[in-house]
């Protein structure tokens, strides 16, 4: 059974562009989590979607946007990128919101960005 | 705001030695999870501890959530090298809410 794959896994930007990071969740799996991992602030939340709606949201700026197709795979897009993006990005898929709920989360490898 | 400490945040043990790894809070959580990541990856869910009390064995390594549900541990008894890793705890609210809270983090470091 294939994991969670994400892509692009590494990718360089400069500040001022958009990016969009794309997760295809495991088979079955409906909802797609996202997360940003720093060294300083370790793993924090950005938003979850399930049945293509964004059912939670974390404390990021609107910069950071998200959707989900009908076939559960799922893209995040930072627009007007700042030096302060630079982390690895992780998506995670579990069955269901009931299993998100109780951290049954699968993630994939990640998207490491790095804004220059 | 941080809600979920780790102690110790480094740890570098030799091959054998055992281990105990905490993560406190003064919230109460519905479950509380403990992932291992390794460079270059994702987390990876060891255990989900849902009751207050619980304690939960896999193979070297025994997981406890405190009896408040506010606090837990990570013990591993003879460590390896393949437990290197980094460790982190998540606390989940329960309710309608589908995110988690991630811990600080602990880096484990096991040599020959």
């Known amino acids: 059974k294939a994991g969670v794959t994400q892509t692009p896994r590494y990718l360089i930007k400069t500040r001022g562009q958009q990016v969009t990071l794309s997760c295809s969740p495991i088979?079955?799996?409906?909802?797609v989590s996202w997360y940003q991992q720093t060294p300083g602030q370790g793993l924090q939340f950005l938003f979850e979607y399930f049945s293509e709606t964004q059912r939670n949201k974390g404390n990021f700026p609107g910069r950071f946007s998200g959707r989900q197709f009908s076939n559960s795979r799922s893209e995040m897009n930072v627009s007007t990128l700042e030096l302060g993006d630079s982390a690895l990005y992780l998506c995670?898929?579990?069955?269901?919101?009931?299993?998100?709920?109780?951290?049954?989360?699968?993630f994939g490898e990640g998207s490491r960005l790095t804004v220059l | 705001t941080q809600l979920l400490e780790q102690s110790p945040q480094f740890l570098s043990i030799q091959e054998g030695e055992n281990l105990t790894v905490y993560c406190n809070s003064s919230?109460?959580?519905?479950?509380l999870q403990w992932y291992r990541q390794e460079p270059g990856e994702g987390p990876v869910l060891l255990v989900t501890?849902?009751?207050?009390?619980e304690v939960k064995k896999l193979k070297r390594l025994t997981f406890q959530f405190g009896d408040a549900r506010k606090d837990s541990s990570l013990h591993i008894t003879a460590a390896q090298p393949g437990d290197t890793g980094l460790y982190l705890c998540?606390?989940?609210?329960?309710?309608?809410?589908?995110?988690?809270?991630f811990g600080t983090g602990t880096r484990l470091q096991v040599t020959l």
């Open positions: 998540a606390g989940a609210r329960g309710g309608t809410a589908s995110k988690l809270t």
């Open positions: 995670a898929s579990s069955w269901s919101r009931q299993h998100a709920n109780t951290g049954e989360l699968f």
């Open positions: 088979s079955g799996h409906r909802s």
């Open positions: 501890v849902v009751t207050g009390g």
């Open positions: 919230s109460v959580f519905s479950s």
